[in-house]
């Protein structure tokens, strides 16, 4: 059963290649992905390599973790579940209130 493994410390400069090639060493590497932010396009500096097998994920912690690539100290280790967020709620405006509840349109019938 292939087992999944979080890894943190990337370089900008670390591709996904790198990464699957890296952690070749351990094993048979199923996936490597590096998470890309929405906006910049740039790494997060994290990403996860899922392993083949149970053994080699573990083999793949002992032996990267800690370790360098790309410049950086690379931290290894099993990853967790996605923990769910709560939820944003509503459009605010940049001063924390709701749209629409201060200075949007308000009481027309006051004189200024």
């Known amino acids: 059963m292939a087992k999944k493994l979080y890894v943190g410390g990337l370089s900008y400069d670390t591709t996904e ?3 699957k090639e890296t952690f070749a060493q351990a094993g048979t590497v199923e996936s490597a992905a590096i998470i890309i932010d929405k906006i910049s396009g740039r790494s997060k500096g994290f990403g996860f390599v899922e392993m083949s097998s149970d053994e080699e994920a573990q083999k793949a912690i002992e032996t990267l973790n800690g370790k360098e690539l790309d410049g ?3 931290t290894v280790n099993e990853a ?3 923990e769910a967020r709560p939820r ?3 459009f605010r405006d940049n001063r924390g209130g709701d ?3 201060r200075g949007f349109g308000g009481d ?3 004189s200024w």
């Open 108 to 110: 027309r019938r006051k």
């Open 88 to 90: 944003q709620g509503g």
């Open 17 to 19: 290649a790198t990464l």
């Open 72 to 74: 950086r100290t690379l």
């Open 99 to 101: 749209r629409g509840s």
């Open 80 to 82: 967790r579940p996605m």
